[in-house]
């Protein structure tokens, strides 16, 4: 992040003893990361493994799926589509119409990969 950007968060607003398990101990670990700490890199190597255990499988795929559902509400011919954090993109069977453009964006590089091979050309 930035010096001197704001952002705020729900982690910001939830008192300490619900923010703590879900994000962190911020106050003792700070916001930042070093990309030479060890669990860093273990972290980016389980990533996707851990991605594919909670999203895609079980009670995490309900969970998106029944958001997903709600796109099939939405016509999408024509339109321009901003997704962040397109995941690997499955939900594409949940559309309803074809955008003119769509635009991915996302932090993780093979995110984007998966995410360019699944899209249909025009």
Same mark, same amino acid.
């Given at each position: ?13 939830? *008192?300490?003893?619900?923010?703590? *398990?879900l994000f962190g101990n911020r106050a003792k670990f700070g916001t930042h990361f070093?990309?030479? =700490? *060890? =669990?860093?890199?273990?972290? &980016? &190597? /389980?990533?996707? =493994? ?11 795929? /309900? ?8 796109? /099939?509400?939405? =016509? ?20 309803k119409g074809r955008p003119n453009i769509y635009t991915i964006v996302d932090v993780? &590089? ?5 995410? /360019?091979?699944?899209?249909?050309? *025009?």
């Open positions: 992040m930035r010096e001197g950007l704001k952002y705020f968060t729900i982690g910001r607003r939830l *008192p300490k003893f619900l923010a703590k *398990p070093k990309e030479n =700490d *060890p =669990d860093w890199i273990e972290w &980016e &190597e /389980r990533y996707l =493994d851990f991605y594919y255990q909670t999203q895609k499988k079980n009670t995490g795929k /309900r969970v998106n799926d029944a958001g997903y559902k709600i796109m /099939r509400r939405i =016509d999408l011919d024509g339109m321009r589509v901003l997704e962040v954090g397109p995941g690997d993109i499955q939900h594409l069977r949940f559309w993780k &590089e093979k995110m984007l990969e998966r995410s /360019r091979d699944r899209i249909p050309s *025009p």
